[in-house]
């Protein structure tokens, strides 16, 4: 197939995807396609399907009707196929996940060997590069338990990456972080973007949704309520829903300098329903 | 991480002790050093009283013939109980294994065979090789007779013990071994089950000293064990006492160091609580 070919096909596409829990219509017709080299942003309410929808494009959770294809192959349903589809598309998860028994270098090189059968060698090697690009070389011989929060997030970003994945996902990567932690492991990610991963991204920071995004898809109960440009989503957005829902942050209109904005502004909102900005205004 | 482990759990329970504190510690301590020194008088005494020091009761102990057959009897126990234990935790691995499989009828046979080797005492198991195998023609050498029943007593206990222990591991670290592109039975042997098995050892290792205790069940079978050989030496020597107070001893220094191996396994395997 010719690249030019192979480049208009979507990395990630959902069709008509619908999922529920027992009465709980949690996906309702997602359609989404994700192209190569593109960052996409899913933002919304708390329960409005973010993490299922994130989750259901690895198959870890299963979805009732609809089609999800990876690269333009359709998500098999079991076995060695799914296994090697999932070893396409990286995912780096809220609560980190690191493997606790394995120290940071075998958390690394754990699945390039035991999946791709890289030998030894040639995966420590690798996983040093990427742990020194993650900024976290000096701790490879650490168990997970002994590194800070943003530390562990940054290597299960280089574990993802270890297996050259087409595609990443990133569910809420720094809810679980404190916030000075926050940045270190939000520039990161944005260095991967400028490197041209393809990925789909939940969080909860707004200033950093504007700033990497190509597009946000906004949801809401399950369905996709607005699609749009980072610019137009946060200056205009659409629905009602979305302009309650922005309310609730303090976006900074600006592009601000990388690592200048704070996160604590949705959480003091969050709790006390009004606006405390933490970002200057421009 | 050097810490001591019982520093740490004290510490989880109380706080610091203060002065006052301090002090009711100190004097709770000295009274009852001296409650235990009066407890050990009396006893020694009412020894000395029915003649339970008489130097007959004690005497053979300085040969060796006696030490030497205590010796092959510990021998036997220790072959017993490794053995027993052995089969105890391949076999409760694989109830394990069922329990938790996806097929609901092997789930089903697991969780009756648990039941079944769990709620049944292991004397019951040891008679039913005793009596009730050999009249089926099948020949059993002892050491076998004794271990087998041990080992399916504790089958059922160690197969629940490590399936809390799979259940403990986080199901993130499953999850994040899939996305990886891990097959689901290497997740299981890579991931979860090495977590699992640091999270019991203590448990396993209280499992296995039961099956060391359950061994001196071996006279039933008449296989030398520790037991057997002690019952001897007490018709012979006509010393009951004495003879079981040393047999008491080499039984709690097995077991304590089982104890302290589990301790050496727990930190060799670095595990992070
Ligand atoms: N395994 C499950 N079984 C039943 N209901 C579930 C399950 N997982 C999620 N849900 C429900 O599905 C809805 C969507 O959940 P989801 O985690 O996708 O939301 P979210 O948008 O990621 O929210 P948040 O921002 O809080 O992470 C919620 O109402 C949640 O309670
Ligand atoms: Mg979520």
Redesign the pocket.
Known sequence: MPDEIRDEIPVIELENVEKY??D?H?LDNINLRVKKGEVVVII????????????TVNRL?TIDSGKIRIAGEEMPAEGKELARIRSEVGMVF?SFNLFAHKTILENVIMAPMSVKKTPKAQAVKEAMELLKRVGVESQASKVPAQLSGGQQQRVAIARALAMHPRAMLF??PT?ALDPEMINEVLDVIREVAEEGMTMLI?T?EMNFARQVADRIIF?DQ?RILEESTPEAFFEAPKTERAREFLSKYSVSTSRLPRGAYESVEKHASGVLGMRISATPEA | MKKSNRKSIQNVLYENPGPRMRARIRAATILSLFLLLLLLFFIVRQFLITGQLDARYWSFFLRPTTWRFLGMGLLGTVEAAALGGIVALVSGFFLMLARISRFGTLRFLSMIVTEFTRGIPTLLFIYFFFLVIPQFGIKMPPLWKIALPVAISASGIVAEVLRSGVNAVPKGQREAALSLGMLEHVVFIKIIFPQAIRFVIPALIAELVIVVKDTSFAYVVSFPDLMQNAKVLISNYDALLSVYLVVAVIYIVINYLLNRLSLFAASKMKIEA
Do not use: A, N
């Open positions: 829990f027992g709980l949690v919304g309410p708390s329960g409005s399907g973010k993490s299922t929808l994130c989750r959770e809220q569910d809420e809810s939940v909860h949801m399950g």
